[in-house]
């Protein structure tokens, strides 16, 4: 009984955590309410994990505790089982995430179960010595949680300014650089009136390989199509957005036709993307024998 | 963005003098507006894209 208040703290921070980690935002994601249910029951159970381990360690009950071993590996299964709904309904996506997004989505839904599991077991420890002491600890790992949920944006490592969008015969251009070949004339009127171009400038050696990732140009333009609109249906490829890079200087040109053509808007949109985890690559530290 | 292969289901052309022959359907048009309405009709129906290869082709390519 005495580990009973303990492991209530340790269950009751971490779900908490888990709580502020799951954000249901314009991207509807995971879906209210079914998603959320299933999220929040692994992050109970993940808190209750994390609560009885401190416990089970001073009572000497060892074979708790390489239960509790077995019960982490479970949560390698969430991971699975988001990458594959996801992938699922990528596939009727008209502006498709791309698997580097998913696979970034999949495994912060695993690491944030862990991150409860951590909360729990500090929080808990912490109550043993004393109620205050847990109280205080569960407090600092809540803030913990949150700065590790913050992720980078694509504004801290290029400049997002417009690009003009102009023809030359069929060939279609966002400033200097070559984006596709347009045949029908109906369809370059229609991209003339309603296209906008954008032009990514990465800030170092660093950003621009970041940036040449496919995977990172198509989550940008996912993310303005899903906040911004797309004036796309099945069966028009001409007005797929489309992504190209600069050779020369790693500059990406974003070719777009967004619902809402008010370029400040988009300019915040795309700020605002998420530099995904697999596609940064550090060349500036690497030795090149310089 | 996986690999793209690209394949040309139909072209359209008011050269009938430069064809030799090939692996996709051709349609022989006489102007350059016939030109662009069949290309435009064939963009809808087959869901391809349509590109110039020069002012006389277009072709319909599925990505």
């Known amino acids: 009984m005495q580990y009973l208040l303990p492991v ?5 921070f971490g779900f908490i955590s888990r709580l502020t980690l799951l954000r249901t935002d314009f991207r509807q994601y995971p879906t209210y309410p ?19 381990a401190i416990p089970a360690v001073l009572e000497s009950d060892w074979t708790a505790v390489t239960f509790l071993g077995l019960a982490a590996t479970q949560f390698r299964d969430v991971r699975k089982m988001e990458r594959e ?5 990528d596939e009727d996506e008209l502006v498709k995430r791309g698997t580097p997004f998913i696979e970034g989505m999949a495994q912060a839904f695993e690491s944030r179960n862990y991150l409860v599991m951590f909360t729990g077991l500090v929080t808990s420890l912490f109550s043993v010595y004393s109620i205050w002491l847990g109280i205080v600890s569960g407090i600092v790992m809540l803030f913990i949680v949150r700065k590790n949920m913050a992720s980078n944006v694509l504004l801290t490592i290029a400049q997002i300014s417009e690009g003009k ?14 984006i596709k070949n347009v045949g029908l004339e109906e369809s370059r009127k229609v991209i003339m009136e309603k296209a906008v171009g954008v032009i990514v400038t990465p800030n170092n050696e660093n950003s621009i390989v970041t940036l040449s990732h496919l995977g990172q140009r ?3 333009l996912h993310q303005v199509a899903t906040v911004l609109g797309a004036y796309l249906d099945s069966g028009e490829p001409a007005f797929v957005p489309l992504a190209k890079r600069d050779l020369e200087d790693g500059r990406i040109a974003l070719f777009i036709m967004p619902r809402e053509k008010d370029f400040e808007q988009i300019q915040t949109v795309i700020e605002h993307v998420p530099i995904l985890d697999n596609a940064v690559r550090m060349p500036r530290k690497a030795d090149k024998g310089k | 963005m996986s690999a793209q292969h690209a394949m040309i289901v139909a072209i359209v052309t008011t050269k009938r003098e430069l064809l030799q022959g090939g692996g996709a359907p051709v349609f022989i048009v006489d102007d ?4 662009q309405q069949t ?25």
Request: charged share 15%.
């Open chain 1, 34 to 52: 079914q998603g959320r249910i299933i999220h929040l029951s692994f992050g109970f159970i993940a808190a209750f994990i994390g609560a009885v």
């Open chain 1, 8 to 12: 209530i703290m340790g269950v009751l």
């Open chain 1, 85 to 89: 709904t996801l992938e699922k309904i």
């Open chain 2, 32 to 35: 350059h507006k016939e030109l």
């Open chain 1, 218 to 220: 198509q989550a940008i």
């Open chain 1, 165 to 178: 969008i102009h023809f030359d015969g069929p060939t279609l251009y966002v400033d200097t650089i070559v």
């Open chain 2, 39 to 63: 290309a435009l009709t064939l963009e809808k129906i087959m869901d391809a894209a349509t590109h110039e290869v020069n002012a006389s082709t277009l072709i319909l390519v599925a990505h």
